[in-house]
């Protein structure tokens, strides 16, 4: 199994940046598509990032231009830089990790994205 801890949350100003990051245990990451998700109350949870083993990264439309992902596998760890905050990016997000199966599931935009995670991390809070 795979432990997932984020950190890095917490209280920003309007325009302001942070980073979050999600430390792996309990396995090598390197075969497994991470993901970013976020839980905005009264709405449904959102896929934020993805980032595959190759590097490949995806990110939400809601988030493009402002957000970015990028692994060091090394670390084992996933982090999820945010810049240019706004109120609507506050909520709770969650790292997930899921093993890579050659499907093309590991991208924001993909139907089976959340449905393709294994592992979930309890959560981060950010606040903008």
């Known amino acids: 199994d795979v432990q997932l801890v984020e950190s890095g949350g917490g209280s920003v100003q309007v325009g302001g940046s942070l980073r979050l990051s999600c430390v792996a245990s309990g396995d090598t990451i390197s075969r497994y598509c991470m993901g970013w998700f976020r839980q905005i109350p009264d709405k449904e949870r959102e896929g934020v990032a993805s980032?595959?083993?190759?590097?490949?990264?995806t990110v939400a439309d809601s988030v493009k231009g402002r957000f970015n992902v990028s692994r060091d596998d090394s670390k084992y760890t996933t982090y999820l830089h945010m810049t240019n905050l706004r109120p609507e990016d506050t909520g709770t997000y969650y790292c997930?990790?899921?093993?890579?199966?050659?499907?093309?599931?590991?991208?924001?935009?993909?139907?089976?994205?959340?449905?393709?995670?294994?592992?979930w991390g309890k959560g981060t809070q950010v606040t903008v």
């Open positions: 997930a990790a899921g093993l890579e199966d050659g499907g093309p599931w590991c991208d924001t935009s993909s139907p089976s994205f959340s449905d393709g995670m294994e592992y």
């Open positions: 980032i595959d083993s190759d590097g490949s990264t």
